[in-house]
């Protein structure tokens, strides 16, 4: 993220810089994300933060954890949250018991909303109904499950270690266990994938009837396995033409099947969408937990050391004072300033296809008119079809949500 203009080394955060942070967003409730970096394999695609074999790390993983969940409430004491996010890697790794543990700790040092919604990501091969039953008893109420395809091949492609009979399992596992909202992610724009293998894909994901779906992209990462496949020449590069088709495929597929489009990778049955998500995408507080996680609160954006190991050891030296959202564990924090954070807000609310930015909420938070500080692009994106403006709001038309990544460039 080129556009941050000053990189902080942590020694220098100091007290007075951090209260001159963005009262509109301090005192928003918080989204809390929780990194769980432990996978059983690699997938060939997948640049996160995971590692595998390292099962022997989990238990002193989840006591560094609520510890450091224990110093960031100490310094908010009984802020009020209303959604709680276990990412990875592959939370359905932790038993109910530790899932528990996390979430007590949580209702203990912050004012959890009886309401939030408290979601966790989950691998197809992971699930049984008891499972399921037992981490919604401790308070899941959202589970995310990565489909990626339907078809044997991609998925042995992708490295994954389910086929679509599991995901089919897991789906009927969920809902006997008693989850009432339920995500399933499907990748598209793979090597030698096809617009009919993803229309298998869509099909198979719709009979599903899941309450949510994202839609992702494939992303050559560097360092994944799929990248140096494609580098050596193992593979053909992804068609972005046939990305672009397929997008558009399941666009319409999914919005014949009674789904509506709330973001650009986003659909959802109607009240669906994701609260966790819209906080990121509205520019709001989210502090971040766990080993990679990132988070941005009070104007400050940071990010947490990598290695599981590391984190567990800086947990357990911790001293006593940090300041917020600062814990032992943080390794990089930047403070946004003004112009960063209008930008910011300018490129994740654009993402919202429906909401937009809401022009009132936006001068409320910087004093200015959206409008206004990018007259002449606006004026330009709207002549040209791509922007939709109101007195509400500004929205992407459906072409400009295809021209996408062209208008954030310039827009920040
Ligand atoms: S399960 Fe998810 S987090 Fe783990 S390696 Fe695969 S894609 Fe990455």
């Not at 929780?34 to 989840?62: G, M, Q, R, W």
């Not at 999914?254 to 520019?283: D, F, P, T, V």
């Amino acid at each position: 993220m080129e556009y941050y203009s000053e990189v902080v080394p942590l020694p220098q955060l100091a007290c007075s810089q951090v209260l001159c942070c963005n009262v509109y967003t301090s005192d928003l409730p918080f989204s809390l994300y929780l990194h769980i970096p432990f996978c059983k394999i690699k997938c060939s695609y997948c640049a996160f933060n995971t590692y595998i074999n390292l099962d022997d790390l989990v238990e002193p993983f989840i006591q560094a954890l609520i510890q450091e969940i224990e110093i960031v409430a100490a310094s908010r004491p009984k802020h009020p949250v209303w959604t709680v996010y276990l990412g990875g890697g592959t939370p359905s790794l932790l038993s109910p018991e530790q899932i528990d543990r996390v979430l007590q700790s949580i209702r203990t040092g912050f004012d959890l909303d009886p309401n939030a919604e408290i979601s966790m990501e989950a691998n197809p091969s992971d699930l049984s109904r008891d499972y399921m039953a037992d981490v919604c008893a401790a308070g899941i109420n959202r589970v995310s499950i990565g489909m990626q395809s339907a078809n044997f091949n991609e998925l042995e492609l992708f490295a994954r270690r389910h086929d679509n009979d599991a995901v089919v399992r897991a789906v009927s596992a969920a809902r006997g266990g008693g989850v009432k909202n339920l995500n399933l992610d499907l990748i598209y724009g793979a090597p030698h994938q096809t617009l009919k293998s993803w229309e298998n894909s869509l099909d198979q994901l719709i009979a599903l009837r899941p309450d949510h779906i994202s839609l992702y992209a494939l992303s050559l990462e560097e360092g994944t396995a799929m990248r140096n496949w494609v580098m050596k020449g193992r593979l053909p590069e992804p068609d972005d033409d046939l990305a672009a088709d397929m997008y558009e495929l399941a666009s319409e597929q999914l919005e014949a099947a009674g789904y509506e489009q709330y973001e650009i990778s986003n659909w959802s049955k109607k009240g669906y969408a994701c609260r966790h998500n819209l906080q990121y995408w509205r520019n709001w507080p989210y502090p971040g937990f766990g080993p990679g996680a990132h988070g941005y609160a009070d104007g400050v954006r940071y990010s947490t050391v990598l290695s599981p190991q590391r984190y567990i050891k800086l947990m357990r030296e911790a001293g006593a004072d940090y300041v917020f959202p600062r814990t032992p564990a943080t390794e990089q924090a930047e403070f946004v300033d003004r112009e960063t954070e209008i930008a910011e807000t300018l490129l994740m609310g654009l993402r919202l296809t429906q909401e937009g930015i809401p022009r009132t909420a936006f001068a409320e938070r910087f004093g200015v008119d959206l409008v206004e500080i990018r007259e002449s692009l606006v004026s330009r994106f709207v002549h040209n079809g791509l922007l939709e403006v109101d007195s509400n709001s500004v929205r992407l038309t459906r072409r400009g949500r295809l021209l996408s990544n062209s208008i954030f460039r310039e827009l920040v």
